[in-house]
């Protein structure tokens, strides 16, 4: 296993366009996280899947976005009429569940810039 | 809820010299503190976290940590700074053991003077 995996790394697109991130975890982990990090902050929780299900959503996630995992394994998120404030590192993580002594593994993450 | 708050945004250290980077918490539950380092155009590698084990913890490459629970502290530390510990450090934190929610802080910059 080489790790979470996330595609495509760079990512620019126009204002208005639809853009979508695809992760795919380790492979027994049954977690998986998305955080999105702006430039010189820490990565900020978005959502996060317990197989396929999706457990949370944050507030910073609008309308605009959407995030799947529909056969529990690897997760896409979409975002929908892109803006620029969305330009931003998505980075994905994946874990076991809580209950078992665990570490989460973080991808190099999508830069999405949005012009 | 859980944040937690790094005080300098960035630390400039000679090389052979310690590091040290400061993070309080504030929790309304017993919390899980971690300190993961992200270099450039990377992921986030976990260095230490904290599971109520035990308040010193011993990380890779040489870093520790100890929890404070009076001070509301989890301060990393390196006795000796190497040209490659150069990246950005961030604090953070879990209301639930195990659980990846995290809530991080803004982030140090270490830079590491020959």
């Known amino acids: 296993d080489t790790g979470v995996s996330q595609d495509p790394r760079h990512k620019i697109t126009k204002r208005g366009q639809n853009v979508t991130f695809r992760c795919d975890p380790i492979?027994?982990?049954?977690?998986l996280y998305w955080y999105r990090q702006t430039l010189g902050q820490g990565p900020e929780f978005l959502t996060y899947f317990q197989n396929e299900a999706q457990l949370e959503k944050s507030r910073l996630l609008s309308d605009r976005f959407s995030a799947e995992r529909p056969k529990g394994s690897f997760s896409t998120l979409e975002i929908q009429r892109t803006e620029q404030g969305d330009s931003a590192m998505y980075l994905c993580?994946?874990?076991?569940?809580?209950?078992?002594?665990?570490?989460?593994?973080f991808g190099q993450g999508t830069r999405l810039t949005v012009v | 809820a859980q944040s937690v708050t790094q005080l300098g945004s960035h630390v400039s250290v000679s090389e052979g010299a310690l590091v040290l980077l400061r993070c309080n918490y504030s929790?309304?539950?017993?919390?899980?503190l971690f300190w993961y380092v992200q270099y450039p155009n990377q992921g986030l590698q976990l260095l230490l976290k904290y599971t109520s084990a035990a308040t010193l913890v011993k990380g890779i490459n040489g870093f520790e940590a100890e929890f404070k629970k009076s001070e509301t502290s989890f301060h990393l530390t390196k006795p000796s700074a190497h040209m490659s510990d150069a990246a950005e450090y961030f604090c953070a934190v879990s209301g639930v053991q195990n659980d990846y929610k995290l809530s991080f802080g803004a982030g140090t910059t270490v830079t590491v003077r020959a």
């Open positions: 492979s027994e982990h049954n977690r």
């Open positions: 929790s309304s539950v017993p919390p899980y």
């Open positions: 993580a994946s874990s076991l569940a809580p209950g078992q002594n665990t570490e989460a593994f």
